[in-house]
């Protein structure tokens, strides 16, 4: 079952015991972004953000990543193909990582295209 990833990062914090204004000063980031991501206001943050939130909190990126994406058997992918698509993903550079984001978007985009047409 998919949990939302505000839900993870807040109980991570709170686990940790520390404010919201604490985690974001060690991830430098604003407080207002933590507040958003954990209120689902922003749902799909930036993965630099994620990545400084995980080390914030002592936690791997794959593993927020992981428990905050949709059930394996919902997307209908072998574990070992989602364990292989976030441990490449954690080796692309920023704008790689951009990049796969923009083709995905178009991707779906055209899929959504071909769908309605």
Known sequence: MTT????LVRRAR?????S??????RADIPSTTLRDIETA???????????????????SLDLLMHEAAPD???????AAQV??????????????????????QLL????SAAAQG
Not at 4 to 7: A, H, I, K, Q, V
Not at 14 to 18: N, T
Not at 41 to 46: G, H, L, M, Q, T
């Open 20 to 25: 919201i204004r604490e985690l974001a000063r």
């Open 41 to 59: 206001r922003v749902r799909s943050p930036r993965v630099e953000t994620l990545e400084a939130i995980a080390v914030a909190l002592g936690v």
């Open 108 to 111: 779906r985009a055209s899929q």
């Open 14 to 18: 709170e686990q940790k015991g520390i």
């Open 72 to 78: 394996v058997a919902a997307v209908h992918l072998p």
């Open 4 to 7: 939302e990833l505000g839900t």
């Open 83 to 104: 364990a292989a698509l976030f441990s490449e993903w954690a080796m692309l550079t920023p704008d790689q990582r951009e990049l796969v984001l923009g083709i995905i």
